[in-house]
């Protein structure tokens, strides 16, 4: 066994609550992805079957490998995998370059999947190497890599790591000493006890359930959550279900249900990878299940929307950033949005929603503090959106709102802010910005309408320019009278009374 990486193993962290990144360890199996892409113009002679004129050949890890390189977007990460003396495996260990890798011996070739495709379309999928189970575990170099992690996640791909007697032990330990997600897979095995998340998908699940032969219904994902961890001694078990959203529920507790957003048209490709890599960073943060959760079910959405592992391939770094940067706990609906810490969503994130949203028609935005939803932002919300057919809010972070309104402000965090306003009918998408301004914003964005709320003109609003130069135009409406969130605060202040609707 032996390390390699560019930067010397992390020393031993406390489970506390992380204010930079995390270290997040990866334990699983690797496989090299190989993308096959060309061109169909006719049919083989010898066989009704297409000939594929290649254009291109890309590599890239995939796995517990694409796990690795996901958390590397937030966190310092260390990957235990076994890694084949072969082409493949040095390809993978160049791939993998910028992590820390503890090397396990690896039974056989390198695992490949090769997905030959033509015009965005899969026609054959080609599998080999393997098996790739690990040999020769050093247990006490694997518990020493884990001991310096505060978070850890298992990416079983069915290759013999979650199989392994020694580090099944080694994983046993550890998951009494801190958060481990286990992402199961059917040929691999079962979670060691104490584990502070399962992330079975629906079909996983029910198969779980008759292996072990539970009394549940195969239809209720959130019964099989809850009895899935009561049987795997888990912290908690989340059954993820597609458009459906996801179940989680602790051993003997109720069942809470996640919903996303569905994906149109996108690639669910790696979307559980997606799903598991939130899922430890916020756990390796300090913070809660529920949030990680729902951290993850938003991360997943927006995965397969962005297309992808193959749309991660085609531009990783981008899309890693999108997740946003360093945040608290407790700003999970900030981070579904892609901000950190109540901050501003990445320019390269405005920009994909934006074209993802302008062939539905007229792009309206709007902008605001937003700090306590009253009657008055309801009305200049649903007004904006009867001018177009999509409305995007962009939302002030919550240090933009302190430098704007003072110490005493926000009332309301960005993270429940945001997730109040996607709640609204009117509302297609929240999104934080950070500057005391939304010309950044808008810059990246590029709606068709800007509108703004109160007793304005045009030439008074800086970002009026921006919108303009794009081919957009402003639009001033005004509130209601008497209803600001300054006054509400006010009111509560004087005589302790807080109007219907503004709590």
């Given at each position: 066994?032996?390390?390699?990486?560019?930067?010397?193993?992390?020393?031993?962290?406390?489970?506390?609550?992380?204010?930079?990144?995390?270290?997040?360890?990866?334990?699983?199996?690797?496989?090299?992805?190989?993308?096959?892409?060309?061109?169909?113009?006719?049919l083989c002679p010898d066989a009704p079957v297409p000939v594929v004129d290649v254009d291109v050949v890309?590599?890239?890890?995939?796995?517990?490998?694409?796990?690795?390189?996901?958390?590397?977007?937030?966190?310092?990460?260390?990957?235990?995998?076994?890694?084949?003396?072969?082409?493949?495996?040095?390809?993978?260990?160049?791939?993998?370059?910028?992590?820390?890798?503890?090397?396990?011996?690896?039974?056989?070739?390198?695992?490949?999947?090769?997905?030959?495709?033509?015009?965005?379309?899969?026609?054959?999928?080609?599998?080999?190497?393997?098996?790739?189970?690990?040999?020769?575990?050093?247990?006490?170099?694997?518990?020493?890599?884990?001991?310096?992690?505060?978070?850890?996640?298992?990416?079983?791909?069915?290759?013999?790591?979650?199989?392994?007697?020694?580090?099944?032990?080694?994983?046993?330990?550890?998951?009494?000493?801190?958060?481990?997600?286990?992402?199961?897979?059917?040929?691999?095995?079962?979670?060691?006890?104490?584990?502070?998340?399962?992330?079975?998908?629906?079909?996983?699940?029910?198969?779980?359930?008759?292996?072990?032969?539970?009394?549940?219904?195969?239809?209720?994902?959130?019964?099989?959550?809850?009895?899935?961890?009561?049987?795997?001694?888990?912290?908690?078990?989340?059954?993820?279900?597609?458009?459906?959203?996801?179940?989680?529920?602790?051993?003997?507790?109720?069942?809470?249900?996640?919903?996303?957003?569905?994906?149109s048209g996108g690639d669910p490709c790696g979307a559980g990878d997606r799903f598991a890599a939130t899922?430890?960073?916020?756990?390796?943060?300090?913070?809660?299940?529920?949030?990680?959760?729902?951290?993850?079910?938003?991360?997943?959405?927006?995965?397969?929307?962005?297309?992808?592992?193959?749309?991660?391939?085609?531009?990783?770094?981008?899309?890693?950033?999108?997740?946003?940067?360093?945040?608290?706990?407790?700003?999970?609906?900030?981070?579904?949005?892609?901000m950190p810490d109540g901050g501003a969503t990445g320019s390269v994130a405005l920009e994909r929603l934006?074209?993802?949203?302008?062939?539905?028609?007229?792009?309206?935005?709007?902008?605001?503090?937003?700090?306590?939803?009253?009657?008055?932002?309801?009305?200049?919300?649903?007004?904006?959106?009867?001018?177009?057919?999509?409305?995007?809010?962009?939302?002030?972070?919550?240090?933009?709102?302190?430098?704007?309104?003072?110490?005493?402000?926000?009332?309301?965090?960005?993270?429940?802010?945001?997730?109040?306003?996607?709640?609204?009918?009117?509302?297609?998408?929240?999104?934080?910005?950070?500057?005391?301004?939304?010309?950044?914003?808008?810059?990246?964005?590029?709606?068709?309408?800007?509108?703004?709320?109160?007793?304005?003109?045009?030439?008074?609003?800086?970002?009026?320019?921006?919108?303009?130069?794009?081919?957009?135009?402003?639009?001033?409406?005004?509130?209601?009278?008497?209803?600001?969130?300054?006054?509400?605060?006010?009111?509560?202040?004087?005589?302790?009374?807080?109007?219907?609707?503004?709590?």
């Amino acid at each position: 066994m032996s390390a390699a990486g560019p930067r010397p193993a992390p020393t031993a962290r406390s489970t506390t609550r992380s204010t930079t990144r995390p270290v997040v360890a990866v334990v699983g199996d690797v496989l090299l992805d190989r993308d096959v892409e060309g061109t169909v113009t006719r049919l083989c002679p010898d066989a009704p079957v297409p000939v594929v004129d290649v254009d291109v050949v890309r590599e890239s890890p995939g796995g517990a490998g694409l796990a690795a390189l996901l958390c590397a977007g937030r966190a310092d990460v260390v990957l235990v995998a076994p890694l084949a003396d072969d082409d493949g495996g040095r390809a993978l260990r160049e791939h993998l370059r910028d992590l820390t890798v503890v090397a396990l011996g690896h039974e056989g070739g390198t695992r490949r999947k090769t997905r030959v495709r033509s015009s965005g379309q899969s026609l054959v999928r080609l599998d080999d190497g393997g098996p790739g189970r690990p040999r020769d575990v050093d247990a006490r170099h694997v518990a020493a890599a884990l001991a310096a992690c505060d978070a850890v996640l298992v990416a079983d791909y069915g290759g013999g790591v979650t199989t392994d007697p020694v580090l099944r032990e080694v994983l046993t330990d550890v998951a009494r000493q801190r958060p481990v997600v286990w992402d199961p897979h059917p040929r691999g095995g079962a979670p060691v006890p104490g584990v502070a998340l399962v992330t079975p998908n629906l079909e996983e699940a029910r198969r779980e359930a008759a292996r072990l032969e539970l009394d549940v219904p195969a239809d209720d994902a959130g019964a099989l959550a809850g009895a899935l961890a009561a049987a795997w001694s888990a912290g908690a078990v989340c059954v993820t279900s597609g458009a459906r959203g996801a179940f989680v529920a602790e051993a003997g507790g109720a069942p809470v249900h996640v919903p996303t957003v569905p994906a149109s048209g996108g690639d669910p490709c790696g979307a559980g990878d997606r799903f598991a890599a939130t899922a430890v960073d916020v756990l390796g943060r300090g913070g809660r299940v529920p949030d990680a959760v729902r951290d993850a079910v938003a991360a997943a959405s927006a995965w397969v929307s962005a297309g992808g592992a193959e749309g991660f391939r085609r531009g990783g770094a981008d899309q890693g950033a999108d997740q946003g940067a360093d945040r608290g706990a407790d700003q999970g609906a900030a981070e579904a949005a892609g901000m950190p810490d109540g901050g501003a969503t990445g320019s390269v994130a405005l920009e994909r929603l934006g074209a993802r949203l302008r062939p539905a028609g007229t792009l309206v935005a709007t902008g605001g503090c937003f700090d306590l939803l009253h009657a008055g932002h309801v009305a200049t919300l649903e007004a904006a959106r009867a001018l177009g057919d999509r409305l995007v809010v962009l939302v002030n972070s919550d240090a933009s709102v302190r430098r704007l309104k003072g110490p005493g402000r926000p009332v309301v965090t960005a993270a429940d802010r945001v997730r109040v306003l996607e709640a609204l009918d009117c509302v297609d998408a929240a999104v934080v910005f950070d500057e005391d301004d939304p010309r950044a914003a808008l810059e990246a964005l590029r709606p068709d309408m800007w509108v703004k709320g109160g007793d304005y003109t045009v030439d008074q609003l800086p970002e009026a320019e921006v919108v303009a130069r794009h081919g957009g135009r402003t639009v001033v409406l005004p509130y209601l009278d008497g209803l600001s969130t300054t006054a509400i605060l006010e009111r509560a202040r004087t005589d302790g009374s807080v109007p219907l609707g503004a709590s």
